[in-house]
T-cell receptor
Framework: DAKTTQPPSMDCAEGRAANLPCNHS???????VYWYRQIHSQGPQYIIH???NNETNEMASLIITEDRKSSTLILPHATLRDTAVYYC?????????????FGSGTRLQVQP | GAVVSQHPSRVICKSGTSVKIECRSL??????MFWYRQFPKKSLMLMAT?????????EQGVEKDKFLINHASLTLSTLTVTSAHPEDSSFYIC???????????FGSGTRLTVV
């Protein structure tokens, strides 16, 4: 799995967009970008994933650069409940029995 | 959507006793489940991969005799912390892979405190 680099922490004002960056310069052509988040004292929660096109769902948008070496997770209108650690994970979408590997993530603090 | 139920959410036990944590996939069958451990302000560390009907695969440095994993059915995996010590106090999280889309669903975690 390609290595990812995320800032350790970020702040965001409530109601504003939160833009969380992730660098994955060694990503391979068949590797996807996944985002999960972990709210304090809970298990991780899937947010979104993509290969090379931008993706959007009810939770967030994922913007992947054309060279695929970096991506940004966008929470369009952050709320206090979005305060969490956000993990960017790069890996192939295999059908095997491999677990997800978590890095240190970005601790997002949404301020009132 | 796919739900993984983990129980108990919190447990306090005395040193030397054993504690069992259950992880159930509620609406799908999971041939593979995963167990993680998380220390305060740290990331999740994979402990072992639980395979239905066969032995678990443990990560390097994880004592298999201390952390017993049983995956006796397609919807249930258990982690038993044997002869618990205060250093075993941690947040334990299970995860299951959905067969339909190979996505990962996580339990809500178990906070173990050994006194």
């Amino acid at each position: 799995d390609a290595k990812t680099t995320q800032p350790p922490s970020m702040d965001c004002a409530e109601g504003r967009a939160a833009n969380l960056p992730c660098n994955h310069s060694t990503i391979s052509g068949n590797e996807y970008v996944y985002w999960y988040r972990q709210i304090h004292s809970q298990g991780p929660q899937y947010i979104i994933h993509g290969l090379k096109n931008n993706e959007t769902n009810e939770m967030a948008s994922l913007i992947i650069t054309e060279d695929r070496k970096s991506s940004t997770l966008i929470l369009p209108h952050a709320t206090l409940r979005d305060t969490a650690v956000y993990y960017c994970i790069v890996r192939v979408a295999d059908t095997g029995r491999r677990a997800l590997t978590f890095g240190s993530g970005t601790r997002l603090q949404v301020q009132p | 959507g796919a739900v993984v139920s983990q129980h108990p959410s919190r447990v306090i036990c005395k040193s030397g006793t054993s504690v069992k944590i259950e992880c159930r996939s509620l609406d799908f069958q999971a041939t593979t489940m995963f167990w993680y451990r998380q220390f305060p302000k740290k990331s999740l560390m994979l402990m072992a991969t639980s395979n239905e009907g066969s032995k678990a695969t443990y990560e390097q440095g994880v004592e298999k005799d201390k952390f017993l994993i049983n995956h006796a059915s397609l919807t249930l995996s258990t982690l038993t912390v044997t002869s618990a010590h205060p250093e075993d106090s941690s947040f334990y999280i299970c995860s299951a892979r959905q067969p339909a889309n190979y996505g990962y669903t996580f339990g809500s975690g178990t906070r173990l405190t050994v006194v």
